[in-house]
């Protein structure tokens, strides 16, 4: 086959949350998949949970597709890439389809990508007509069709199909008797979810899909773009980074620019209570939920004596959102449990039931600004004062503080690494080779 002649692809998108654009993705994916095609991904603005369930429905690394935290050149790069790569490429957008700016609308217009509306038909029939036109044309985007969700029966999705008028109806799932589980952030881990692999079939079989109607969708294709060279600015340097299920909020490209800057990469578990390597030049705590591990992290007394060593020595400490949690001297989780922390950061952290933080931040460095985002359910008490803030990126507003105390940096923010690669290198102890 001929790489070079594009793949299917549509943005999967719908006029909210909670409308079931990732069931639909993760059903699709892994249809597409077990009929012989090669399946990429791609999610619409900043998540890490998404993405991991969807890495699990397509067997491929899911990566984030973001026109101001990725970059117009580098999403067109991975797009390309893709459609040599792939047959189907599905992009799952984030919010409603026209919500914030840049939104999932501006994305699919950059690089010409039909959307595919995901439509929850559960309290409706015909008026999904006009919820599928009014996504159309209040753009207007291309439509490549309608995945209606939650139908109750084969009448139910006729009548849905006949308000499309000249829409197709790609598809249908019906309700779903055990539906993907959630929490605070999102979705629950998907190493945490009995029998996973299970379920994702099931949405797969119980996905009613129009084939010809899907071949019968255009290819894209996106002009070559040469990947920017980083420069070796960790060239040499192991990075030990913290990954396990209170650790785990992790974009690949970050991964993937500390490689190309030549970083060698050592993963380290604290909650199986793993010391620092003894050969860490510099330490990367993620995101994740340390709340839901607070118990395991108290008692993990190597680890917390490893990071407090490696802060003694002068190790950079990059700590981001959760990795900065686990760092407090306290941690107080949602049903009021206070868990003792490794304690370099002053304070006492909160879980809240209400949101605490969201949206795009970029963080001021001397290398430049560092594009990221911000989304936590708990607060920090600390006499910390700020080094400094990032910058919400929507009003100019003062953002999450961002503490110095010796080689640690630590703030909520999580930073899109390939957006800034000399002030990520300067952060973890690298620079100018």
Known sequence: MNRDAGARAVLVAAMASGQGKTSVTAALARKLLRQGLRVRVFKC?????DPMLLERASGAPVHTLDLWMVGV???????H????????????????LYDGSPSAADLACEFGVPVLAVIDASAMAQTAGAVARGLRDYGPVQLAGVVANRIASDGHAGMVASSLREIPL????????????ERHLGLVLPGEVDGLEALLDKLADALHFDEKAWKALPKITQAPSAWQDAGRLLDGRTVAI??????????????DLLDRMGARLRYFSPLADEPVPLDADAVFLPGGYPELHGETLARAGHWQSSIRAAHASGLPILAECGGMMALAEVLTDQHGQRW??????????????????????ALPTDQGPVRGHSFHYSRLETPAPAHTHTVKTGNGAQGEAVYRIG??????FHAYFPS??????????GGKP
């Open 73 to 79: 050149e580098e999403c067109r790069r991975r797009l």
């Open 340 to 361: 003792p922390m490794a304690g370099l950061l002053p304070g006492e952290v909160y879980m809240q039931p209400r949101l605490a933080g969201l949206g795009a931040h």
């Open 81 to 96: 890439d893709a459609a040599r790569e792939a047959d189907a490429i599905l992009i799952e957008g984030v919010m409603g």
């Open 242 to 255: 913290a990954r396990d299920a209170a650790f785990c909020f992790l974009y690949p490209a970050n991964l």
């Open 407 to 412: 080689s640690l940096n630590a703030s909520y």
């Open 170 to 181: 790609l598809g249908w799932l019906p309700r779903q008797d055990k539906p993907l589980p």
């Open 45 to 49: 603005g900043p998540d890490f949970i």
């Open 420 to 429: 800034n690669p000399p002030a990520i290198a300067a952060l973890l102890g």
